[in-house]
């Protein structure tokens, strides 16, 4: 009735080809960000902030970053762990080397590093395929967490081996160290976040999109209709870990604080933000952000039910947790393997229907 | 002989044995990949939760004290009696079949034709639910996993390589009982997929699935059958490696560790695994041992994933693998 193509006449060329051609998801896009930039930021609080929705935004990043590369590219990555901490020693680095700079700046280069890291380990692609690739992206996890924990020069020979953001400002508002509000913190990875999103959705409708999805589906037809595989294959590593790296570093200076590269950025870590992707929906911004939502929000939702309700032992939640994320993740495996970006088109097919069944 | 090559050859003859110690895991996922496709990363679990099933068994442990304590409020443990090593290897076989039985019937069975990546991630999954299982039913402290394995170092070695170069080699004595171990198994494996009838049945599907389909062979069986002997396969190194370094959950990271063996020996080949395995035990250990105190040790973590990513770049298919052939 009305979430319809019927009665909505595009006039021009930039209409026809927007985002979001139909006019109920266009306001329904709007409504979205109008609640996260004016409704959530004033009520935000500690607990929220920290437990859910930092998180959820940082990963979402992470997972957008991924799905280019995994959904859009088809190139297996399980490096995420590893390029991730690229960006925040590279943002450490900068942090502390360059203090008078915005961190803004800082996050943003940060990335372009890790873009450059990701070039690097995305050239066996060309060679490698399939799961040897997946296994081969391991080897960038295993030496750069190496790399970061024994050369000292990177945590800038702090006893502990740890690196700790410093204080950072944007606008005279403290977006990293100690003093930050849940607020500060919302809005700044909100922001970026947005930045992300938008480029990342722009880029894959465009012609390095349809690229990466032609590579995707058959790399040697594709290289057969004149789609250069080397430059497809390094563009999508590169935009991939650029993603991954602003993530890598607001994960480090605006969520945790004080990282120690193999606890934060570890191998499990590659494999949470594979699980979002491909939980998600491989191919799919929206299924980013909704794998990420998910597996933010799983562990809090069976922690509080089981030591909070329940009041078990919380060793024994930990490994009850474990259980019911990894039968979840098969099971919705089993149910729907193309992910919640599935549920979600079936959602709109039957809403252009809608009231009539067929 | 100069001292430096005397070490050299020690650290050589322990990568050797570190390596098939590697391989022993990694034929468990060749194994799976040839019969069904799916790359197992489950594979590293499966022996930590067959090492702990045998431990909690052998101990007489009660399953799920834990769960069950917190329940209820009781303080149970053990039973109160302990089963002969050989009984308890044996009943531990018996739950790895039905743990591949289970496997087959509530994953598998709906995950035909998906693509590889799903079915990656489901054994991901499966990994990390057999992890919370295992520490759930048996606890998670570390075990000491004693099935009268010899331990420690071997005289016999040391006594002997004493006498040829006056300089006498550290070999344990566990590793040497794997190298057996891991001879017989794959001599084992080799008999049975060619001259057994199942063992046929299990080549021809993992030639061809609806070939094998068409001529009556089911498949549900077969995956049912690799599965169980993976599981063996898995209990195996489980024995190995628990005996070796206690049963806990860093057990499971092995898996990792055979990644490397499998991408340079192939993902389809079982001589691959042996192979290929030797060749990472022996590489990790050597550079640890020449460029190791250069640029700050560990560097077991990454080396084997670095040697097998440069050689696969000239190699794309591993050492043995099947030729890949791509058309349009």
Known sequence: MFYREAGDFKTSYREDSQTFPIKFDRLRFYAVLAVAYGVIPLLINDYWANAVFVPFLIYSIAAIGLNILVGYAGQVSLGTGGFMAVGAYACYKLMTA????????????????????????????????????????????????????????????????????????????????????????????????????????????????????????????????????????????????????????????????????????????????????????????????????????????????????????????????????????????????????????????????????? | MPDQLLFAMEVMLNGLMAGVMYALVALGFVLIYKASGIFNYAQGVLALFAALTLVGIQQGQVPFAHLINAVTGLHITHFGWTVPSALAILLTLGVMVALAIVIEKLVLKHLVNQPPIILFMATIGMAYFLEGFGDVMWGADIKKLDVGLPQGISETVESATDAMFGYGFFIDNLDIVATLVAVALVAALTIFSQYSKQGRALRAVADDHQAALSVGISLRFIWILVWSIAGFVALVAGIMWGSKSGVQFSLSLIALKALPVLMLGGFTSIPGAIVGGLIIGVGEKLFEFFAGPLIGGATENWFAYVLALVFLVFRPQGLFGEKIIERV
Request: proline content about 4%.
């Open chain 1, 98 to 358: 360059f203090p008078e700079v915005s961190i803004f700046v800082h996050v943003l280069i940060a990335g372009g590093i890790t873009a450059a890291v990701g070039v690097l380990f995305g050239l066996p692609s060309l060679r490698i395929k399939g799961f040897y690739l997946a296994v081969a992206t391991l080897a960038a996890q295993f030496f750069l967490v190496w790399l970061f924990n024994k050369v000292p020069w990177f945590y800038n020979y702090s006893a502990s081996g740890q690196i700790n953001a410093p204080d950072r400002t944007i606008f005279g508002v403290f977006v990293t160290g100690a003093q930050t509000s849940a607020m500060a913190k919302y809005m700044f990875c909100l922001v970026m976040l947005t930045l992300v999103a938008v480029v990342a959705r722009n880029l894959t409708r465009g012609t390095v999109g349809r690229k990466w999805m032609a590579i995707r589906d058959m790399d040697i037809a594709a290289e057969i209709i004149g789609v250069n595989p080397l430059t497809t294959k390094i563009t999508a590593f590169a935009v991939s870990s650029f993603f991954i790296g602003i993530a890598g570093a607001l994960f480090f200076s605006v969520y945790l604080g004080a990282a120690e590269v193999g606890e934060a950025f570890g191998i499990q870590k590659s494999f949470l933000i594979l699980f979002m992707v491909i939980i998600g929906g491989l191919g799919s911004i929206f299924g980013s952000f909704a794998g990420a939502a998910f597996l933010v929000l799983l562990p809090v939702l069976l922690k509080n039910l089981l030591v909070g309700t329940l009041g078990w032992p919380t060793d024994l939640a930990a490994h009850i947790e474990l259980m019911i994320v990894g039968a979840l993740i098969v099971i919705f495996l089993i149910a729907e393997p193309h992910g919640l970006a599935q549920l979600w088109r079936v959602a709109k097919e039957k809403l252009r229907l809608w009231p009539f069944p067929h």
